[in-house]
C-alpha cells in the first residue's frame, strides 16, 4: 500500500480559506479510496472549532529545534473518509486572527515544516511520498532534503511540491536565512533568487516532482506571462513538471442533498432549479421572475479575477438587456464601490452582497442561469466546476483550469459540444459577446435545456484526478 504525506496551510473542513483547503480536504479522501493510505499534517489554529477538537487524540508531545531555539510541539489526530488527519500544536504561533497575514509568518511556517519532519519518527510513519503544498509547506521539502536525509528512515522518502498559486512565493530578505530558518551558507544557492530567499524556488529545485492544479497552468507558467519571474526555473526543470486538473468534493456539492438550498434537484430534475432562484430572488428583494435570467459572479473582488474586464461592460449590459445579477464577494475598494454603485443604480436587477459565505455561495450557485468567470490567470478554479454542478451555464475565458474544464458551446444538428462559452483575449468586448450568446441560448428552452442536462453531467469528480496523482507517484 502506498504510503501518502500532505503538508500544507489548511484543508476542510477543519480550517481554510480557499481553493487549498477544498483540495486537502477532498483530494486525500479520494486517495484513500483507490487504496493509498493517505494522511495529511496542517497546522492546528485557533479557528478550528471544538466538535472536531472533541474528536482528536492526542499521538506525541516533542520539542522542535529551529535555529537556536527549542519550542514545544503537540501532535493530535482525528480520522475522516478513510484518511488520518493530523494537527500540529503551538498556540504561540497558530492561535492567531487569521491563517495568514502575520508579520512572523515566515518563522511560523519554518517551523510548521520542520514539525513535520520531527513528527515522523514519533508518529513512526515514513512515508513513500511527501506531498507538500504551496510556499507554506515549501521548506518540508528543503529540510527534507538538507537537514534529514542522511538519516536511514528518511534517506526513501519522494517528495512532490504542488504549486497552487505562483503570485505567492514566500520572499525573505537573506538575514533571516540561519536566525529563523535554521540554514546555513552553504544553502544560499538553494534559496537564492533574485538576491532574496524565495522558499517556492527552493522547493522547485528541490523536489522530485512539481505539479501544478491544470495541464494549462503548467505550461503558462513556463512563459513570462504568467511566471511571476520564476518561469526561468521553471523551464529548467520542466522534466519533472506536470499539471493535473483539481476536482470537487460530490458530497459537498451536490444539489440532489445540499441541505442550504431550498429545493434540491439533480440533472434528471433540473427544471426544479428555476425555484431556488425564486427563492433568492425573494430573499434578496429582486422581482421573482422565472422568465429572467440570473446573472453570478462568486469571487475575491481583484483584478485578475477578470473584475476590470467586467466592470467595462456590466453597466451597459444590465441596463440594456432584462437580467438579473448577483454578486458575492470582498476585495478591493474600487470594485467594491463600482458594484456598490451598479446595484444602487439598478435596485430591481442587482443585488451586491460584499462577504464571503459559503452557505449563500451554494445557494446562488442553485439559483443562478449564467455564471460569470473571466480571469486573468486562473490556476485551476473550482468556482465554474461547482457552478456547473448546479447547473449553471458558465462563460469563462480560455486560461488555466478554466481552458482545461470548459470547452465552447456549439451544436451539430442535434448534438451538443462543449459545456460552456469561453473567451480567448483578455477584453470587456470579447465577454460581452459571449455573455450575449449565452444569453441568447438561454431564451431558447429546448436548447437551454438539453446544455444544462450536458453541463451537469460532466464529470469534477476527484476520481479521474486520484488516479492520475497515483501514477505519478509510481514514476517517482
Known amino acids: 500500500m502506498k504510503k501518502i504525506l500532505f503538508v500544507g496551510a489548511e484543508a476542510m473542513p477543519f480550517a481554510a480559506t480557499g481553493g487549498l483547503g477544498d483540495v486537502m480536504g477532498s483530494l486525500p479522501a479520494a486517495l484513500a479510496k483507490e487504496g493509498a493510505d493517505v494522511r495529511v499534517i496542517l497546522p492546528l489554529y485557533g479557528q478550528v ?26 501532535i493530535k489526530s482525528l480520522k475522516k473518509d478513510g484518511v488520518v488527519y493530523y494537527f500540529v500544536d503551538n ?28 513528527a515522523l519518527s514519533h508518529l513512526d510513519f515514513y512515508p513513500d511520498v511527501l506531498h507538500a503544498h504551496d510556499w507554506q509547506a515549501a521548506l518540508s521539502v528543503v529540510y527534507l532534503n538538507t537537514l534529514y536525509r542522511a538519516r536511514a528512515e528518511y534517506e526513501n522518502i519522494r517528495s512532490v511540491f504542488t504549486i497552487h498559486n505562483i503570485e505567492y512565493q514566500g520572499q525573505y530578505n537573506f538575514g533571516i536565512l540561519g536566525d529563523v530558518f535554521g540554514l546555513g551558507v552553504e544553502h544560499y544557492e538553494l534559496m537564492d533568487f533574485g538576491g532574496c530567499i524565495n522558499l517556492m524556488k527552493a522547493a522547485i529545485v528541490s523536489a522530485d516532482i512539481v505539479s501544478t492544479v491544470s495541464p494549462r497552468y503548467a505550461e503558462e ?13 521553471l523551464r529548467e526543470n520542466r522534466h519533472k513538471l506536470c499539471g493535473i486538473l483539481n476536482g470537487i468534493d460530490y458530497k459537498y456539492y451536490n444539489p440532489g442533498r445540499d441541505p442550504v438550498i431550498p429545493v434540491r434537484y439533480n ?54 438587456r432584462d437580467v438579473q445579477l448577483v454578486v458575492l464577494g470582498c476585495g478591493e475598494e474600487r470594485f467594491e464601490h463600482y458594484f456598490t454603485e451598479l446595484a444602487r443604480c439598478f435596485p430591481d436587477k442587482v443585488s451586491v452582497l460584499l462577504k464571503y459565505d459559503r452557505d449563500l455561495a451554494k445557494q446562488i450557485y442553485a439559483a443562478c442561469d449564467l455564471f460569470l468567470m473571466p480571469s486573468k490567470s486562473e490556476p485551476c478554479g473550482l468556482s465554474q466546476m461547482i457552478a456547473s454542478r ?23 444538428g442535434k448534438r451538443i459540444h462543449g459545456n460552456g462559452f469561453t473567451f480567448a483575449g483578455y477584453s470587456g468586448a470579447e465577454l460581452y459577446e459571449r455573455v450575449c450568446a449565452a444569453l441568447t441560448l438561454w431564451r431558447n428552452e429546448e436548447k437551454r435545456h438539453r446544455l444544462i442536462g450536458k453541463i451537469m453531467r460532466t464529470d469534477f469528480s476527484w476520481s479521474a484526478a486520484a488516479r492520475d496523482y497515483l501514477a505519478m507517484y509510481d514514476n517517482i
Not at 472549532?49 to 503537540?74: Q, T
Not at 507558467?221 to 526555473?233: E, K, V, W
Not at 427563492?279 to 483584478?303: E, F, K
Open 49 to 74: 472549532k471544538g466538535e472536531w477538537r472533541a474528536k482528536m487524540k492526542d499521538e506525541a508531545i516533542f520539542n522542535v529545534d529551529l535555529a537556536w531555539r527549542s519550542l514545544y510541539c503537540g
Open 91 to 118: 498556540e504561540y504561533y497558530f492561535k492567531r486572527d487569521a491563517l495568514y497575514g502575520s508579520f512572523d509568518d515566515g518563522e511560523r511556517f519554518a517551523y510548521f515544516s520542520k514539525a513535520v519532519l520531527e
Open 221 to 233: 507558467i513556463c512563459t513570462p506571462s504568467f511566471g511571476r519571474g520564476l518561469d526561468g526555473i
Open 267 to 320: 440533472w434528471r430534475t433540473r427544471e426544479l432549479k428555476c425555484e431556488n432562484k425564486l427563492a433568492l430572488q425573494s430573499a434578496l428583494g429582486l422581482p421573482a421572475r422565472r422568465d429572467v435570467p440570473m446573472m453570478a459572479v462568486i469571487t475575491r473582488l481583484v483584478a485578475h479575477k477578470g473584475l476590470d474586464i467586467m466592470t467595462e461592460i456590466l453597466s451597459k449590459l444590465v441596463g440594456e
Open 390 to 412: 448546479y447547473g449553471a451555464i458558465p462563460v469563462v475565458r480560455e486560461t488555466g483550469g478554466l481552458y482545461d474544464s470548459i470547452k465552447g458551446y456549439w451544436e451539430e
